[in-house]
């Protein structure tokens, strides 16, 4: 059985830091390219963030580009978005998601296993 279990979520004041973790199960992690989404109420789920297998290959929405960072750790099939500098519009549901594929997409149609969200909220 595929999982992703997505975690690390919370309160975080803007300005601090908050890093995100998507433990993953049940396929080759090291064979899929990963990324993370969000997704407010009323809104469309938006890619921000995402990896390449192996290569270190990474791509960025504007949004966060220069304030988070997404990394991998292919040996404990795990993924992680660092989250410096939030803004309240960063609030959001986090996901991760992964595709087998080794082109970078920030489209979620190109991606076929999801985790279960992680709420981040972003406020003072």
């Known amino acids: 059985e595929v999982q992703l279990q997505a975690s690390g979520g919370g309160l975080v004041q803007p300005g601090g830091s908050l890093r995100l973790s998507c433990a993953t199960s049940?396929?080759?992690?090291?064979?899929?390219?990963v990324g993370w989404f969000r997704q407010v109420p009323g809104k469309e789920r938006e890619g921000i963030a995402c990896?390449?297998?192996?290569?270190?290959?990474?791509m960025y929405d504007n949004s966060v580009k220069g304030r988070f960072a997404i990394s991998r750790d292919n040996a404990n099939d795990t993924m992680y978005l660092q989250m410096d500098m939030p803004r309240p519009e960063d609030t959001a549901v986090y996901y991760c998601?992964?595709?087998?594929?080794?082109?970078?997409?920030?489209?979620?149609?190109?991606?076929?296993?999801w985790g279960q969200g992680t709420l981040v909220t972003v406020s003072s």
């Open positions: 990896i390449g297998k192996s290569d270190g290959r990474s």
């Open positions: 998601a992964a595709r087998d594929g080794s082109i970078l997409y920030t489209i979620s149609d190109k991606y076929f296993y």
């Open positions: 049940g396929f080759t992690f090291a064979d899929y390219s």
